[in-house]
């Protein structure tokens, strides 16, 4: 009896916790793990030349963080259940933060291992941040609550290009990281009073023996969690083929630019920033769209149809375009191709049951980011035996489009069943 007044007792105070509060910490920590893991994208011209790599390397980097990403989402649930949501965040931010220092050696082994980290460290944030605000947004604004939190992942991004990028050039990318990792460290510090009110669910008896984290029943559960719901797998595909158009846009928008169209690291910063401003505008104002429809699924699909003809807008860039016109074109498809997680997110959380909503979480974001694992690594690939830069983005739009075309075929079926 004690034991169960306990459990409604920790309910009730997460409950009581303001969303606007809920949202804070999860919209900061979300901006600054994003930033860290952008930081080796923005600075890549400098740093594959530095270790002596041909620029499309940075696929691999951002590949290998992906893949970081991924690793915590298979067996990092009983972690998160042993520390809580706020203490997840504060450890892994902390650990992306503290990977820098390897990144600062120059040598490609430290790039790689710098990276994995980054990936691992970035994990607890999407399900933390899914089991912070599920237990406190109101209903009627969930998909634009946590399209509210997500635009701090383009806002991360937006501000390594902006910030990091100029900072390099004037200081050398070593400062460059050193004001970076004092950035993670600092976002860990300043949640910090709030870890007693916002990880009272927490189960300290929970084991994390290795045995218990890489058991295969561990791996098992995120997926058990996605059959909950026969509309949770589509929606994870359809989520997967984002990511890797987001993935390759992300990774190589710097590189691309800055090498192939020859803009120079700043300008090239600039135009970078501008695709995640967008972004950041577009999550918030496309989550209240899919709010007032309430049919984010058929959201979803119509802007993959208009992200993929951007992306082949952004591959045909004309060499000596100007500045605006760069930047223009980088936020139209920043637009729509990078603003679609918030409403995935919320999807995810509105059709799991509340006490599988971490599991789903991490399931289907591990999916997803098997996609931002796919994505950059075979584009560096193809890059490498093309020579050229244009077919690698043309080919990562016609499979978000072909993705599209095929979720277009299941909602029509599902509208027409009884």
């Known amino acids: ?43 890549a011209p400098l740093l594959t030349s530095g270790a002596g ?4 390397g940075i696929g691999y980097l951002s590949a290998l963080t992906s893949f970081g990403t991924v690793l915590f989402l298979a067996f990092g649930g009983p972690l998160l259940a042993r520390l809580g949501p706020v203490r997840s965040l504060q450890l892994g931010t902390g650990l992306a933060a503290l990977s820098l220092l390897l990144a600062t050696s120059g040598l490609w082994a430290g790039l790689l291992a710098c990276a994995l980290l980054l990936g691992v460290g970035y994990g607890p944030t999407p399900p933390a941040g899914s089991r912070i605000l599920a237990a406190t947004a109101p209903p009627r604004h969930r998909t634009l609550i946590f399209s ?3 635009a701090g992942a383009p806002a991360g991004g937006a501000f390594a290009g902006l910030a990091i990028a100029p900072a390099a050039s004037a200081w050398g990318w070593p400062v460059a990281l050193a004001i970076s990792l004092a950035i993670g460290l600092a976002a860990c510090l300043v949640i910090a009073p709030l870890r007693p009110r916002m990880d009272v669910e927490r189960d300290p008896a929970r084991s994390v023996h290795p045995r218990v984290l890489f058991h295969p029943n561990t791996l098992a559960l995120p ?7 026969p509309l949770l797998i589509p929606l994870t595909g359809l989520a997967v083929s984002f990511a890797v ?25 600039f135009a970078y920033g501008c695709m995640q401003l967008s972004g950041v505008v577009a999550r918030i ?29 952004f ?16 936020g139209a498809v920043g637009l729509l191709g990078a603003s679609w997680n918030g409403i ?8 799991a049951p509340p006490e599988l909503i971490v599991d789903a979480t991490s399931g289907s974001t591990l999916f997803t980011f098997l996609g931002y694992v796919a994505g950059p690594a075979v584009f560096s690939i193809l890059v490498d035996l093309i020579g050229g830069w244009r077919l690698p983005f043309v080919l990562a739009a016609g499979q978000l489009a072909a993705m599209a075309a095929v979720q277009t075929v299941l909602l029509l079926r599902r509208a027409r069943s009884p």
């Not at 997926?223 to 719901?229: E, F, I, K, T």
């Not at 984010?296 to 149809?305: F, G």
């Not at 995935?344 to 059709?351: D, F, K, P, T």
């Open 1 to 43: 009896m004690t034991q169960s007044r306990t459990g409604a007792h920790e309910a009730s105070e997460m409950q009581s916790l303001s969303w606007q509060t809920a949202l804070g910490v999860t919209l900061l920590m979300q901006t600054v793990a994003a930033f860290l893991g952008q930081v080796l994208p923005v600075l």
């Open 53 to 56: 790599v041909s620029p499309q």
């Open 148 to 150: 509210l939190k997500q």
């Open 223 to 229: 997926m058990r969690a996605l059959r909950s719901d």
């Open 245 to 269: 158009v987001q993935g390759c846009l992300f990774s190589f928008g710097v590189t691309f630019l800055a090498t192939d169209r020859g803009l120079g690291l700043d300008r090239a910063g």
């Open 285 to 313: 104002g496309l989550g209240w769209l899919a709010d007032r429809t309430g049919r984010p699924a058929h959201n979803l699909t119509a802007q993959a149809y208009g992200a993929a003809v951007l992306v082949v807008a």
């Open 315 to 330: 591959a045909w860039i004309p060499d000596g375009a100007s500045l605006p016109v760069v930047a223009l074109i980088c």
């Open 344 to 351: 995935y997110l919320a999807e995810v959380a509105r059709l």
